[in-house]
Antibody, heavy 115, light 112 residues
Framework: EVQLQESGPGLVKPSQSLSLTCSVT????????WGWIRKFPGNKMEWMGY???????SYNPSLKSRISITRDTSKNQFFLQLNSVTTEDTATYYC?????????WGQGTLVTVSS | DVVLTQTPVSLSVTLGDQASISCRSS???????????LEWYLQKPGQSPQLLIY???NRFSGVPDRFIGSGSGTDFTLKISRVEPEDLGVYYC?????????FGSGTKLEIK
């Protein structure tokens, strides 16, 4: 079974970069699409972007040039970097894999942006 | 961006009754390949979102047949027949037809 797990700092200072890792077991990231989704305080959910089986990426334009999703196929991991964070980036961040839908998700990691 | 409008915002249902959630899209969700990439997710308290329905009406593996998705074009519905205690949480519709992919604003299901 596919399992995903997010890891990274839970606290980031404003203007700095947020970096998260998604470690995948049970399936190769050279297949399917691998995405990042965040849930803000309250109920709002936002798709941030994905990296495909070939390494191509697609990002939500709302994040403009702040976002980068990369991968390390040798470790079966993919990564999120979000630059120039503000308090509005405080959210729970999830990684997930997309086949016919986002069928498998990580447990999520809360990232708080605060000085 | 495609806006998905979910109604109601919250829903209080008696155990064993039916619940219905609407998701209306600001544009058609039928893709050029003929498929409609409208999905439903449930986030139970303290858990990650879980997939219920994909391509409008296909139940994901292990999802009870009490969950029924329907609709086309811009109007979609999730019906939950015979609501059980484990059905409580926040339900989201989601579209993967148009970039950027977008979520509805969520419907909170409570048990009376």
């Amino acid at each position: 079974e596919v399992q995903l797990q997010e890891s990274g700092p839970g606290l980031v200072k404003p203007s700095q970069s947020l970096s998260l890792t998604c470690s995948v077991t049970g399936y190769s990231i050279t297949s399917n699409y691998w995405g990042w989704i965040r849930k803000f305080p309250g109920n709002k959910m936002e798709w941030m972007g994905y990296i495909s089986y070939s390494g191509s990426t697609s990002y939500n334009p709302s994040l403009k040039s702040r976002i980068s999703i990369t991968r390390d196929t040798s470790k079966n991991q993919f990564f999120l970097q979000l630059n120039s964070v503000t308090t509005e980036d405080t959210a729970t961040y999830y990684c997930a894999t997309y086949t016919e839908a986002f069928a498998y998700w990580g447990q999520g990691t809360l990232v708080t942006v605060s000085s | 961006d495609v806006v998905l409008t979910q109604t109601p915002v919250s829903l209080s249902v008696t155990l064993g009754d039916q619940a219905s959630i609407s998701c209306r899209s600001s544009q058609s969700l039928e893709y050029s390949d003929g498929y409609t990439y409208l999905e439903w997710y449930l986030q139970k308290p303290g858990q990650s979102p879980q997939l219920l329905i994909y391509e409008v009406s296909n139940r994901f593996s292990g999802v009870p047949d009490r969950f029924i998705g329907s609709g086309s074009g811009t109007d979609f519905t999730l019906k939950i027949s015979r609501v059980e205690p484990e059905d409580l949480g926040v339900y989201y519709c989601f579209q993967a037809t148009h970039d950027p992919l977008t979520f509805g604003s969520g419907t909170k299901l409570e048990i009376k």
